[in-house]
């Protein structure tokens, strides 16, 4: 096994992350170290050209169930890529980078767009966002802490 260095953060297997280009302070992620790239849950995804460059516009509701603290999000596309997901499927999705802020860290994560509708979490992070110096205890959960109660809920007039 290998001994975690100075510089890493410990992080359990689900924790709470904030997404700050899309104004999103709390979205709640599962931390997969068998999936290469990141995911993200997105609606109303939709390509377009800016400037000569691709483009894509997307939806995130953070909250499953709930439109409440949606958000609407344009980045230039970094990528398309097939991916397999666990059950064998394969898709083509358009990959976007983001920040994500992680135990209070940022790292820029190379980030799949799909619906997870039907998943228990709204974002996966995957191991190449984590090989930026996190090590998953699988045993822990909410290393972080939870999301507060008050901004869980509140209606920032964004639906």
């Known amino acids: 096994m290998t001994e975690p260095t100075h510089s890493s953060t410990i992080a359990g297997w689900r924790e709470w992350v904030r997404l700050p280009q899309a104004e999103i302070d709390w979205i709640k992620a599962k931390l997969d170290t068998g999936a290469r790239s990141s995911a993200l849950h ?13 483009w894509v516009r997307f939806g995130i509701h ?71 110096g996190f090590l998953v205890d699988a045993g822990r959960s909410f290393v972080g802490g939870r999301a507060p109660r008050p901004i869980r809920r509140r209606n920032r007039g964004r639906a």
Do not use: C, K, Y
């Not at 609606?43 to 691709?54: L, P």
């Open 62 to 132: 953070p909250w499953q169930d709930t439109d409440i603290d949606a958000a609407t999000v344009e980045l230039p596309v970094h990528d398309r890529r097939v991916i397999r997901s666990s059950t064998g499927h394969t898709q083509e999705r358009l990959v976007v980078l983001m920040d994500v802020v992680l135990l209070g860290r940022a790292v820029t994560a190379e980030v799949t767009l799909t619906n997870r509708d039907e998943m228990g979490f709204r974002m996966l992070v995957g191991r190449e966002a984590l090989r930026n």
């Open 42 to 54: 997105a609606f109303d995804v939709e390509e377009f050209e800016r400037d000569g460059s691709s």
